[in-house]
């Protein structure tokens, strides 16, 4: 990776990012992406919730998943952090309780790309929140 | 919380919830006077009198999912046992400004941690908001503006994975340079 020290490296970096990304595509269609939303409540982030946002993100562009990766509060599931929802494109949203980082990529690999319930899920009549 | 930097995080909640739409982040690390200071301001929607003098009551929160607010006495109790204070002043309308000190060279205060991490994940979570991190010390200052930072990347999205990446190493190197 190249050296970013300045808002100058920054300019030089998106630059050349831009020419390899179609990012307007990305943020005009969020119904047709992945939409990850990661509890970051004090409960979650005590958790480990931040390490599992960052493999979240990090995990969906290496593996080109056209993925929205952002945070809610607390969902109520203080006891499973940290959660995470997860609503594939033309389903209702999921949410899976104690996520570590191993369980993260168990996710991603099963249930995102091939739609493969697993464990964790948090079976309660569940109804997404916005906050 | 094993850093501070997870504390400024789940703070820093309070201020999205709080539909705030700028928050400034300020760290002072001041060794003559033995001073680890942070500062967290907002112009949210700030809080009622009465609200304020519960909010670090670890028994009381404004949320409907739990029933206990544990962020704010965490890091009031965690200020205090090693020898600092916490306070907290808000105005309805107006926003709410949190002030931290820690004794610099007290053995038990948490290390900052990966406070690069935590400002490039809330400004992703959050592209609308805009952050203000200034970081003092002795050997120099370091302000990470995101209103500069979005001049710059103009219509690309802080959110962008990459673009993440990229802003986490800008403020390692420059906060690099100034930490001692």
């Not at chain 1, 004090?42 to 990090?58: H, P, R, Y």
């Not at chain 1, 209702?92 to 168990?106: Q, R």
């Not at chain 2, 200034?134 to 200052?141: A, C, M, P, Q, V």
Request: charged content about 30%; some cysteine.
């Amino acid at each position: 990776m190249a050296k970013v020290k300045s808002l100058a490296d920054l300019k030089r970096i998106k630059e050349e990012l831009q020419s390899k990304m179609d990012l307007r595509e990305k943020s005009n269609n969020p119904e047709g992406l992945v939409q990850i939303k990661v509890a970051m409540a004090t409960c979650g982030i005590a958790s480990g919730a931040k390490e599992v946002m960052d493999f979240l993100i990090d995990v969906t562009a290496k593996r080109g998943i056209q993925a929205v990766v952002t945070q809610t509060g607390c969902m109520g599931y203080c006891y499973a952090e940290p959660t995470i929802e997860v609503k594939l494109p033309g389903k209702e949203p999921i949410v899976f309780g104690d996520v570590d980082t191993k369980k993260a990529d168990e996710i991603v690999e099963k249930y995102i790309k091939n739609g493969e319930l697993v464990d964790g899920i948090i079976p309660v009549n569940y109804k997404t929140i916005d906050n | 919380m094993k850093d501070l930097s997870l504390h400024i995080m789940d703070i820093i909640q309070n201020s999205v919830r709080a539909k705030a739409s700028l928050v400034e982040l300020d760290i002072n690390e001041n060794q003559k006077e033995d001073l680890y200071s942070i500062t967290i301001k907002d112009n949210g929607c700030g809080m009622s009198t009465e609200i304020l003098e519960r909010v670090c009551d670890p028994f009381f929160t404004t949320r409907t999912t739990r029933k206990v607010g544990l962020g704010l006495s965490l890091l009031k109790q965690n200020a205090e046992q090693t020898g600092g204070n916490m306070e907290i002043w808000s105005e309805e309308g107006k926003g709410t400004r949190l002030d931290v000190c820690f004794s610099l060279s007290h053995i038990d205060r948490p290390v900052l941690g990966d406070i690069a991490g935590t400002m490039v994940l809330l400004l992703g979570a959050n592209p609308e908001m805009d952050f203000i991190y200034r970081h003092r010390t002795e050997k120099g200052e370091y302000i990470f503006d995101t209103k500069e930072i979005k001049e710059v990347l103009e219509e690309v999205s802080v959110s962008d994975p990459n673009i993440m990446q990229y802003l986490k190493e800008l403020i390692k190197e420059n906060l690099n340079t100034i930490i001692i």
